[in-house]
């Protein structure tokens, strides 16, 4: 009875046009009521605890960190870099859009930023490149879905609060899966780009890839600084994304100088209301969190699961199933919201490792956001590019398919996450 009525409230209310957050709470309180403890005490403590979390607050750096970057000239710079190193190969400015991704990922680790930056950078390109644009806007659009797997990954960050799990290790789990999805992606290119492009584009230049290395390697050892300051121990995630806002802040200023002081608060306007949204809706989340525990709905769950629960692999391809489904309806940050709590107990009594589950369960959210109807990242692009949303859906389908192999490729082997995972650790 307590998950119908948890199912029921969060879909009705939706359904009813209520935001994802107040959906969340409109939740909350029907499953409170259907227990017999309502207390609006109760739902003010668990909101204002929900974003009083110390961890959040790399949410708001992350988002400020990758506006700084488009408005500072640093994502102009890794585009630079990319393309002088492999523009010139057959394809290559589908090739410069995935080492363009990755990089920009690894430091605003936000999918529908990381897209928006690297489309109005390269859709121009491509198109007076004679790309076709809406395949050109798909692969953009799934590379840019790297940005939640890899640190600093937002996604994550949101998904290690709920699930009170690590999210150093997290991160470092990312890292191999992300690096695995941009080599599937530029594999998948190889193959359409020799169906599309009979001849190279001409050959490498060194002056030119050394004047690129040269202009970006202010902006190309951000991820470094990041990744590995965690990786040492020197600062959390939290204090890693105020080191990233302070070094984008720095570079855009005083390095490439295109960021004016004057623009700062409007930069920082609109990471905020960005960032507001998520907090407020990681806030909601944590009311319907609390009571998910107190109603004990992940037993329940485990009950459901039983027939596949002496199976790790059989248990984590029917999520990821389950996940993929509810996908296609759902926004990723809902998702993790929901889902995580309810999904982390059970992976835990099933034997499998919670840190690996969360990166498989944050990957199959990320390719979530390219599956229609919802798909914000098909919206991104196509809004970018200024192509129809039906042909960007073509467009995507080939590397879509080619990130979802890859997902259950991770599941049948878990090692392929494990190893690296343990020796990043």
């Given at each position: 009875?307590t998950?119908?009525?948890?199912v ?5 209310a ?32 668990n909101l ?41 190969v ?9 080492i ?26 491509m ?23 890899v ?21 470092l789990?990312?890292?191999?899966p ?33 004047k ?58 609109a ?58 309806a ?89 190893v ?6």
């Amino acid at each position: 009875m307590t998950i119908a009525t948890f199912v029921l409230a969060l879909l009705g209310a939706m359904a009813l046009g209520a935001p994802i957050a107040f959906a969340l709470l409109i939740c909350g309180v029907a499953m409170m009521i259907q227990m017999g403890n309502f207390d609006t005490q109760i739902v003010a403590q668990n909101l204002l605890e929900g974003a009083n979390n110390y961890p959040l607050m790399a949410v708001p750096f992350f988002m400020l960190t990758g506006e700084l970057m488009n408005a500072g000239g640093l994502s102009q710079r890794i585009v630079d870099v990319a393309d002088a190193l492999v523009g010139h190969v057959r394809g290559g400015l589908g090739y410069v859009a995935i080492i363009a991704a990755a990089i920009v990922a690894s430091i605003s680790g936000s999918a529908v930023a990381d897209t928006a930056a690297v489309a109005a950078l390269l859709i121009p390109m491509m198109r007076n490149g004679g790309y076709k644009v809406p395949r050109a806007a798909g692969l953009i659009a799934s590379a840019g879905c790297i940005a939640p797997v890899v640190p600093p990954s937002i996604p994550i960050v949101i998904f290690g609060v709920t699930a009170q799990l690590s999210i150093t290790k997290l991160f470092l789990a990312g890292i191999f899966p992300g690096l695995m999805m941009a080599f599937t992606l530029a594999f998948t290119w190889w193959l359409v780009a020799r169906k599309d492009f009979r001849k190279s584009g001409g050959r490498l230049d060194p002056k030119r890839l050394g004047k690129a290395l040269r202009e970006g390697v202010w902006a190309l050892v951000l991820p470094f600084v990041i990744i590995g300051g965690m990786k040492a121990g020197v600062f959390t995630p939290t204090e890693a994304a105020a080191v990233a806002v302070f070094y984008s802040l720095f570079a855009g200023l005083f390095i490439y100088r295109e960021l004016d002081i004057r623009r700062v608060p409007h930069v920082a306007l609109a990471a905020l209301k960005t960032s507001a949204t998520i907090m407020f809706l990681v806030a909601s989340a944590m009311v319907s969190a609390w009571l998910i525990t107190v109603a004990d709905i992940p037993a329940q769950v485990v009950a459901m699961l039983e027939p596949f629960m002496d199976s790790p692999i059989l248990l984590m391809l029917v999520i990821t199933v389950l996940v993929i489904v509810i996908g296609t309806a759902l926004d990723l940050m809902p998702t993790v919201l929901i889902l995580g709590p309810i999904l982390v107990p059970v992976v835990r009594q099933a034997g499998i490792d919670p840190i690996y589950f969360g990166v498989l369960f944050i990957m199959n959210n990320a390719i979530g956001l390219l599956t229609p109807p919802v798909g914000n990242v098909l919206n991104v692009v196509a809004g970018v590019s200024k192509e129809k949303l039906d042909d960007v859906i073509k467009g995507v389908w080939p590397f879509l398919l080619a990130e979802t192999a890859l997902m259950f490729l991770l599941v049948l082997f878990p090692s392929l996450v494990l190893v690296p995972m343990r020796w990043l650790s």
